[in-house]
Protein backbone atom coordinates (compact mmCIF):
# COMPACT_ATOMS: atom_id res chain seq x y z
CA UNK A 1 0.00 0.00 0.00
CA UNK A 2 3.01 2.59 0.80
CA UNK A 3 4.56 1.57 -2.54
CA UNK A 4 1.24 2.51 -4.38
CA UNK A 5 0.83 5.76 -2.93
CA UNK A 6 4.47 6.67 -3.45
CA UNK A 7 4.29 5.98 -7.15
CA UNK A 8 1.11 7.79 -6.94
CA UNK A 9 3.15 10.75 -5.50
CA UNK A 10 5.57 10.85 -8.18
CA UNK A 11 3.04 10.80 -10.75
CA UNK A 12 1.03 13.10 -9.18
CA UNK A 13 4.45 15.76 -9.05
CA UNK A 14 5.26 14.90 -12.45
CA UNK A 15 2.22 16.14 -13.50
CA UNK A 16 1.64 19.39 -11.72
CA UNK A 17 5.59 20.28 -13.27
CA UNK A 18 4.45 19.29 -16.67
CA UNK A 19 1.07 20.45 -17.18
CA UNK A 20 1.99 24.00 -16.77
CA UNK A 21 4.64 23.19 -19.14
CA UNK A 22 2.58 21.56 -21.81
CA UNK A 23 0.12 24.27 -21.45
CA UNK A 24 2.28 26.42 -22.56
CA UNK A 25 3.80 24.48 -25.23
CA UNK A 26 7.04 22.63 -25.66
CA UNK A 27 10.09 24.40 -24.05
CA UNK A 28 7.65 27.23 -23.78
CA UNK A 29 7.76 28.12 -27.50
CA UNK A 30 6.12 31.69 -27.71
CA UNK A 31 6.22 32.90 -24.55
CA UNK A 32 10.05 33.03 -24.63
CA UNK A 33 12.41 36.24 -25.73
CA UNK A 34 12.65 34.41 -29.15
CA UNK A 35 9.39 35.69 -29.72
CA UNK A 36 9.74 39.22 -28.42
CA UNK A 37 11.25 41.43 -30.86
CA UNK A 38 12.24 43.94 -28.16
CA UNK A 39 14.61 41.55 -26.82
CA UNK A 40 16.34 41.81 -29.91
CA UNK A 41 19.84 42.93 -28.76
CA UNK A 42 20.59 46.01 -31.09
CA UNK A 43 17.34 46.90 -32.35
CA UNK A 44 17.22 50.71 -31.16
CA UNK A 45 13.09 50.62 -31.61
CA UNK A 46 11.81 53.84 -30.77
CA UNK A 47 8.89 54.47 -28.33
CA UNK A 48 6.41 53.99 -30.43
CA UNK A 49 7.61 50.78 -31.96
CA UNK A 50 7.73 49.50 -28.42
CA UNK A 51 4.51 50.48 -27.33
CA UNK A 52 2.79 49.24 -31.16
CA UNK A 53 4.70 46.07 -30.55
CA UNK A 54 3.41 45.37 -27.31
CA UNK A 55 0.16 46.12 -28.44
CA UNK A 56 0.40 43.60 -30.95
CA UNK A 57 2.07 40.93 -29.15
CA UNK A 58 -0.79 41.29 -26.19
CA UNK A 59 -3.40 41.32 -29.39
CA UNK A 60 -1.95 38.17 -31.16
CA UNK A 61 -1.84 36.57 -27.03
CA UNK A 62 -5.53 36.96 -26.84
CA UNK A 63 -6.47 35.54 -30.12
CA UNK A 64 -4.08 32.56 -30.50
CA UNK A 65 -5.18 31.60 -27.05
CA UNK A 66 -8.30 29.65 -27.95
CA UNK A 67 -6.38 27.75 -30.49
CA UNK A 68 -4.12 26.51 -28.30
CA UNK A 69 -6.55 25.43 -25.47
CA UNK A 70 -8.26 23.83 -27.85
CA UNK A 71 -5.27 21.87 -29.18
CA UNK A 72 -4.75 21.16 -25.80
CA UNK A 73 -7.95 19.67 -25.18
CA UNK A 74 -8.58 17.76 -28.33
CA UNK A 75 -5.07 16.00 -27.67
CA UNK A 76 -6.41 14.82 -24.49
CA UNK A 77 -9.27 13.27 -25.74
CA UNK A 78 -7.46 11.97 -28.49
CA UNK A 79 -5.32 10.15 -25.83
CA UNK A 80 -8.12 8.78 -24.17
CA UNK A 81 -9.25 7.05 -28.09
CA UNK A 82 -6.27 5.60 -27.87
CA UNK A 83 -6.85 3.99 -24.50
CA UNK A 84 -10.09 2.47 -25.02
CA UNK A 85 -10.44 -1.04 -25.19
CA UNK A 86 -12.45 -1.27 -28.78
CA UNK A 87 -10.63 1.71 -30.44
CA UNK A 88 -12.32 3.83 -32.67
CA UNK A 89 -10.43 4.21 -36.24
CA UNK A 90 -12.92 6.85 -37.71
CA UNK A 91 -12.70 9.28 -34.05
CA UNK A 92 -9.30 8.90 -33.83
CA UNK A 93 -8.42 9.65 -37.32
CA UNK A 94 -11.40 12.45 -37.28
CA UNK A 95 -9.50 13.98 -34.09
CA UNK A 96 -6.22 13.85 -35.73
CA UNK A 97 -7.58 15.99 -38.20
CA UNK A 98 -8.98 18.67 -36.27
CA UNK A 99 -5.64 18.97 -34.67
CA UNK A 100 -4.07 19.22 -37.46
CA UNK A 101 -6.35 22.18 -38.60
CA UNK A 102 -6.31 23.94 -35.22
CA UNK A 103 -2.63 23.74 -35.67
CA UNK A 104 -2.75 24.92 -38.95
CA UNK A 105 -4.96 27.83 -37.93
CA UNK A 106 -2.34 28.86 -35.32
CA UNK A 107 0.55 28.61 -37.85
CA UNK A 108 -1.61 31.12 -39.92
CA UNK A 109 -2.01 33.38 -37.36
CA UNK A 110 1.42 33.04 -36.22
CA UNK A 111 3.00 33.91 -39.79
CA UNK A 112 0.47 36.69 -39.97
CA UNK A 113 1.63 38.97 -36.47
CA UNK A 114 5.49 38.23 -38.02
CA UNK A 115 4.61 39.60 -40.79
CA UNK A 116 3.19 42.40 -39.14
CA UNK A 117 5.96 43.35 -36.99
CA UNK A 118 8.26 42.80 -39.75
CA UNK A 119 6.79 45.23 -41.47
CA UNK A 120 6.51 47.64 -38.30
CA UNK A 121 10.44 47.57 -38.63
CA UNK A 122 12.84 50.22 -40.73
CA UNK A 123 14.98 48.71 -43.06
CA UNK A 124 17.90 49.41 -40.68
CA UNK A 125 16.13 47.47 -38.15
CA UNK A 126 15.45 43.99 -40.63
CA UNK A 127 18.90 44.62 -41.54
CA UNK A 128 20.10 43.61 -38.01
CA UNK A 129 17.79 40.54 -37.42
CA UNK A 130 19.25 39.03 -40.73
CA UNK A 131 20.80 36.91 -37.94
CA UNK A 132 17.97 36.03 -36.16
CA UNK A 133 15.54 33.13 -37.34
CA UNK A 134 11.89 33.17 -37.89
CA UNK A 135 11.18 33.29 -34.54
CA UNK A 136 13.70 35.73 -33.17
CA UNK A 137 16.44 33.59 -31.78
CA UNK A 138 20.04 34.06 -33.44
CA UNK A 139 20.70 30.95 -35.82
CA UNK A 140 23.75 30.28 -37.00
CA UNK A 141 26.06 33.44 -36.91
CA UNK A 142 28.26 32.56 -33.85
CA UNK A 143 28.39 28.13 -34.97
CA UNK A 144 31.65 27.07 -34.92
CA UNK A 145 32.68 22.83 -35.35
CA UNK A 146 31.22 20.95 -32.44
CA UNK A 147 28.47 23.51 -31.65
CA UNK A 148 24.83 23.94 -32.39
CA UNK A 149 22.80 26.84 -33.48
CA UNK A 150 22.40 29.42 -30.80
CA UNK A 151 23.81 31.90 -29.13
CA UNK A 152 27.09 30.35 -27.79
CA UNK A 153 28.49 26.74 -25.57
CA UNK A 154 26.15 25.75 -23.14
CA UNK A 155 23.60 27.37 -24.87
CA UNK A 156 21.48 24.21 -24.50
CA UNK A 157 20.59 23.51 -28.27
CA UNK A 158 22.36 20.64 -28.93
CA UNK A 159 25.98 19.27 -30.38
CA UNK A 160 25.41 20.11 -34.22
CA UNK A 161 27.59 19.35 -36.47
CA UNK A 162 30.80 18.16 -34.13
CA UNK A 163 33.66 15.93 -34.34
CA UNK A 164 31.29 13.12 -33.59
CA UNK A 165 29.63 13.27 -36.57
CA UNK A 166 31.70 13.96 -39.00
CA UNK A 167 33.69 11.53 -41.12
CA UNK A 168 37.24 9.20 -40.49
CA UNK A 169 39.82 11.12 -41.80
CA UNK A 170 38.22 14.69 -41.28
CA UNK A 171 39.93 17.27 -39.37
CA UNK A 172 37.70 19.50 -36.77
CA UNK A 173 36.68 22.11 -39.45
CA UNK A 174 35.04 18.72 -41.38
CA UNK A 175 37.70 19.09 -44.58
CA UNK A 176 39.03 15.91 -45.94
Not at 64 to 88: A, M, N, T, Y
Not at 109 to 119: D, L
Amino acid sequence: MKKLLAVMAVFFLVAVIAVPSYARGWRGHGDGPCRDVTKIPGLNLTVEQKTKLAEMQQAHQKDVKPLHDKIFIRKGDLRLLWQEKSLDEAKIRATEKEIRSLRDQLHEKRTSYKWAVYKMLTPEQREKIRDFGPSGCRLGSDKRPGQGYGRGPGDGFGPGYGPRMMSPGADRTGNK
